[in-house]
């Protein structure tokens, strides 16, 4: 394992977790060099990376209203890769919200985005092989695992599928890069809370309905 990277990657990890401070623990070096979490069986890509895709036009406000027993009116998608409001250059990227409550402040928040894998010799090429956006990722993505109480592999999806329970996230490899779920939620929403949504399951289903999983 190369040390400088190990050392930037364990920096940048801490600063991130940082925002989960109960969620934190002691690196378990056994976990950190064990890639078995590798999905061998992956077949490849259902989508393909491309600069000007999206990352939600599969995903309905059909498919968000089945996932959460709401009506379709409720449901309002953003797919911002698709609008005036992008950023030239940044990454494909969908909001979604549920209006649910009185005002919009209480309203269910989600969104999904793809992050390319950056080359070992492009500009920050060997912090993106420490935070796990490079191409080789696997130590990237052991070490996050390790540093967090809540994290768990998800077998069979993609290359490699971890969820964060802390952060309420889903991170899927691909050949060329990694989906991030982050599915529609408000903790602020006392009716929502309530619900005991398995946003783990949420987060899956969106992933799948946006065709990137079977």
Do not use: H
């Not at 549920?98 to 992050?115: A, C, E, H, P, T």
């Amino acid at each position: 394992m190369n040390t400088i990277r190990t050392t930037i990657g364990a920096v940048l990890l801490s600063v991130v977790l940082t925002a989960c401070l109960g969620d934190r623990k002691m690196v378990n070096v056994s976990e950190m060099d064990d890639t078995s979490f590798v999905n061998k069986s992956f077949k490849g890509n259902l989508i393909d990376y491309n600069k000007d895709m999206s990352a939600c036009d599969k995903l309905s406000e059909t498919d968000i209203a089945s996932l959460y027993n709401v009506s379709e009116d409720a449901i309002v998608k953003q797919d911002v890769s698709k609008s005036d409001q992008r950023v030239p250059n940044s990454p494909p990227s969908c909001q979604f919200f549920i209006k649910d409550g009185d005002n919009d402040f209480l309203w269910l928040r989600g969104s999904m985005n793809v992050q390319r894998e950056i080359g070992k010799d492009e500009m920050m090429g060997e912090i993106a092989e420490a935070t796990g956006s490079g191409e080789d990722w696997e130590e990237a993505w052991a070490m996050q695992k390790s540093m967090s109480k809540s994290a768990e592999w998800i077998d069979g999806l993609g290359m490699a599928a971890l969820w964060i329970e802390a952060k309420t996230e889903l991170r899927i490899k691909f050949e060329g890069y990694t989906l991030y779920v982050f599915p529609i939620k408000n903790k602020l929403n006392e009716a929502e809370v309530a619900r005991k949504r398995d946003y783990k399951s949420m987060a899956i289903g969106m992933a799948r309905n946006a065709g990137f999983i079977k």
